[in-house]
């Protein structure tokens, strides 16, 4: 299966500590989203990264979230000092870039923060 | 910003039956528009998008219209079956790599 693989699937964390949430791009794909989802709610859009470029992070909170997306290995969504709020599950989605390339998303991580 | 409003937010159909989705946005530089699928416990899935170009697009039992001058957009299943259960997403972006989603409508099909 060469999809948009995420991981982990489900993450629980304590108050206070950090979440990362890794997602590998399809195959050929250099173009990475993530997108936040809190139950009954559609797709918030977080990020857009290209390989070690950010391009666009106006929908991702200015503190304690990060992204990255490096030139070997996974993009990485980083979450430090999570707090109850930050539960929801966070999707990524890959493209083979230009405008309007349909995008490929993963089946999401679910985070919980107890 | 984009604001994408979905309805309804539920809806059942009997099997053979056809369910309508509809969708309203409010930036008229808006020029995408792609519906999405998701499965229980799985990633949305895109089933059909249009272009600002296109007023209506088909795709064997699923069909998307289009009128940019109302600025709303929706979605026509014909003969359901059990496999269309699932919550389907509406979504527009213009010029940018942004997509905004509507809230989603649960669809379930009685057999």
């Known amino acids: 299966n060469a999809g948009v693989m995420q991981n982990p699937r489900h993450l629980v964390r304590r108050r206070g500590q950090e979440a990362r949430l890794r997602c590998s791009p399809m195959?050929?794909?250099?173009?990475v989203y993530w997108y936040r989802q809190l139950p009954e709610e559609g797709l918030k859009f977080m990020v857009y990264?290209?390989?070690?470029?950010?391009?666009?992070e106006s929908g991702m909170p200015k503190e304690r979230f990060s992204a990255e997306f490096p030139k070997e290995g996974p993009s990485i969504l980083r979450i430090q000092q999570v707090v109850r709020g930050d539960s929801a599950a966070y999707f990524c989605?890959?493209?083979?870039?230009?405008?309007?390339?349909?995008?490929?998303f993963g089946n999401g991580t679910r985070l919980t923060v107890t | 910003g984009e604001n994408v409003e979905q309805h309804p937010s539920t809806l059942s159909v009997q099997e053979g039956d056809s369910a309508v989705i509809k969708c309203t946005y409010s930036?008229?530089?808006?020029?995408?528009f792609p519906w999405y699928k998701q499965e229980l416990g799985k990633g949305p899935q895109l089933i059909i998008d249009i272009r600002s170009n296109v007023g209506e697009k088909k795709d064997q039992r699923i069909a998307v219209t289009l009128n940019k001058t109302a600025k709303h957009f929706s979605l026509h299943i014909t003969e359901t079956q059990p496999e269309d259960s699932a919550v389907y997403f509406c979504?527009?972006?213009?010029?940018?790599?942004?997509?905004?989603f509507g809230a989603g409508t649960t669809v379930t099909v009685r057999a």
């Open positions: 195959k050929g794909h250099s173009h």
């Open positions: 989605a890959s493209s083979p870039g230009g405008l309007h390339s349909p995008l490929h």
């Open positions: 930036d008229s530089a808006s020029n995408y």
């Open positions: 979504a527009a972006s213009g010029n940018d790599y942004k997509l905004s």
């Open positions: 990264l290209q390989k070690e470029n950010i391009i666009d």
